[in-house]
């Protein structure tokens, strides 16, 4: 009689329990003065997720408030601990229900996406699995495009960011930030388009980001003059709430009209395609609901023949990005990939204009660093269980 070899790792581990999770809050500050059409910043705050099960860590984060990490601690971690470590939907579904009287949009859905992802993380390397592989994958590499040129950069910053990406990296897609000052200062924004194009050149896609700064009419004329410099993405060109304003703008320019990256949950994105408000779908996985609502969003837009493009966080999102076939692109977003760099081991290489999803990494493939200590903000908040699952919550 033949004996039977080892379980798989797969079945060894399907019934690990998550054991623990904490939340810490960093501050990075920006490598200079930085604003876009709406808002401006000297520093990035994000709040790094860990579940804990079995030896294994898994690693999430968002680019949220502070205030996320106590969202974690107080609402989301009870309902977590405990739970079979690789079944992340029904974790999901319920953090959804445990945040229903706090607000799914904002800081909640903000620190449900965090765990979300690391509990992907934690899943994907308990059964030993690149996440690409675990979620299925439906491309070996995912395109980007260089985003940053904020309004408060000078010519000479803003053509040497330009520079970096389509001749240092052959990145062929760049976005700028335009709407300066909520719109007021439409002159400048073109000519900091005009620039853009002298830059780089003629065969590479020109894209810009007014953080809804402008109103329809106003957004219309800028994109008509923007369009004989051949603009091809307009990213929030109005409000994202303006979904008509969004719908007449599509009628009006020749280039795509996009937005999402507010979008907190797979309603919020059925109804902004819904009102044909979009030519390509924006969605943000550090915010819609983590990995689990980011692939729901992304058959939002494949029912309506929409692509999907990744806003920010580029590391977390190319395990995703790499699962879905209607990907458009992902937003190589220069705060994010610096911080990225600093924070965590594992970051890609984006040369050539797109990224592969490590295979030899189990996960997303990021760790957290050991000098990033150097950038927390306060204690980790931290939650165990003890024997028979029951939660006990520490502040250290």
């Given at each position: 009689m033949t004996r039977p070899g080892p379980?798989?790792?797969?079945?060894?581990?399907?019934?690990?329990?998550?054991?623990?999770?904490?939340?810490?809050?960093?501050?990075?500050?920006?490598?200079?003065?930085?604003?876009d059409g709406t808002l401006a910043w000297d520093s990035t705050t994000l709040v790094v997720v860990r579940a804990h099960t079995d030896g294994v860590?898994?690693?999430?984060?968002?680019?949220?408030?502070?205030?996320?990490a106590g969202v974690v601690h107080d609402e989301l971690a009870p309902v977590v601990l405990g739970r079979d470590a690789v079944a992340v939907p029904a974790a999901h579904e319920a953090m959804t229900r445990a945040i229903r009287n706090s607000g799914r949009a904002g800081v909640a859905g903000y620190a449900l996406s965090a765990v979300d992802i690391a509990l992907w993380d934690l899943a994907a390397g308990l059964l030993g699995l690149p996440l690409h592989v675990l979620l299925g994958t439906a491309r070996e590499s995912v395109p980007v495009y260089g985003s940053g040129g904020?309004?408060?950069?000078?010519?000479?910053?803003?053509?040497?960011?330009?520079?970096?990406w389509t001749r240092e990296l052959r990145i062929p897609r760049v976005k700028i930030k335009i709407g300066e000052s909520w719109g007021t200062r439409v002159a400048r924004d073109l000519d900091r388009l005009e620039r853009a194009r002298e830059v780089?050149?003629?065969?590479?896609?020109?894209?810009?980001?007014?953080?809804?700064a402008y109103g329809t009419g106003q957004a219309a004329r800028v994109g008509r003059a923007a369009a004989e410099l051949g603009l091809v993405w307009f990213e929030e060109p109005v409000t994202s709430d303006d979904l008509d304003g969004l719908a007449r703008l599509r009628t009006t320019l020749d280039c795509d009209v996009a937005a999402g990256e507010y979008g907190h949950d797979p309603g919020y994105f059925t109804r902004m395609a819904?009102?044909?408000a979009v030519d390509c779908l924006q969605a943000d996985v550090t915010r819609c609901g983590g990995i689990t609502d980011w692939l729901r969003v992304a058959a939002v837009a494949?029912?309506?023949?929409?692509?999907?493009?990744?806003?920010?966080?580029?590391?977390?999102?190319?395990?995703?990005?790499?699962?879905?076939?209607?990907?458009?692109?992902?937003?190589?977003?220069?705060?994010?990939?610096?911080?990225?760099?600093?924070?965590?081991?594992?970051?890609?290489d984006p040369h050539g204009g797109s990224v592969t999803p490590d295979p030899r990494r189990p996960g997303h493939?990021?760790?957290?660093?050991?000098d990033a200590e150097r950038y927390r903000r306060g204690e980790p908040l931290r939650s165990r269980i003890h024997q028979g699952h029951?939660?006990?919550?520490?502040?250290r």
């Open positions: 379980a798989p790792r797969s079945a060894r581990f399907c019934g690990s329990r998550v054991e623990a999770v904490d939340a810490t809050v960093f501050v990075v500050p920006t490598d200079g003065p930085e604003a860590t898994g690693v999430g984060w968002t680019y949220g408030p502070a205030a996320c904020f309004t408060t950069y000078d010519d000479d910053r803003l053509a040497a960011q330009l520079r970096d780089v050149g003629p065969d590479v896609e020109l894209y810009a980001d007014a953080n809804g819904g009102a044909g494949a029912g309506h023949h929409l692509d999907l493009s990744g806003h920010c966080a580029p590391h977390l999102h190319v395990a995703a990005a790499a699962a879905i076939p209607n990907l458009r692109h992902l937003e190589w977003f220069h705060d994010h990939v610096r911080i990225e760099r600093m924070l965590f081991d594992g970051t890609l493939g990021l760790t957290l660093r050991e029951e939660a006990a919550e520490e502040n």
